[in-house]
């Protein structure tokens, strides 16, 4: 399994377009093949900062989300409204203590 990390900062004056536009995709990107878990957070502290925190069956069920129609849709409104450049992280679980 993959664990993605995206943390995105917005324009504060576009923070709702980024919320409608994940309201309207959020279930077509959980549902996408090979996504097995999907969260939005939101900084405490900055009110503008948004991190996607999703579980992917393999890198490759990734990048095939990465390469589909959806993800261009999603990805080309969603960058028109940043303050600053995206950061992504790609990481595997080690441990888990419940």
């Known amino acids: ?3 993605r990390i995206v943390r995105m900062t917005f324009q504060e004056d ?9 309201e309207v995709n959020k279930e077509k990107i959980r549902n996408f093949p090979g996504c097995h878990y999907l969260e939005l957070w939101q900084d405490k502290n900055f009110k503008n900062i948004f991190m996607t925190y999703s579980h992917w069956e ?10 589909s129609e959806l993800f ?6 969603t960058k028109t409204l940043f303050a600053d450049k995206p950061m992504a992280f790609s990481a595997k679980k ?4 419940p």
Request: proline share 0%; no cysteine.
């Open 1 to 3: 399994m993959l664990i």
């Open 94 to 97: 080690i441990e888990e203590l």
């Open 58 to 67: 393999s890198e490759e069920a990734l990048n095939q989300y990465r390469d």
């Open 72 to 77: 261009k849709s999603v990805w080309s409104f």
């Open 14 to 22: 576009r923070i709702q377009d980024f919320l409608n536009n994940f």
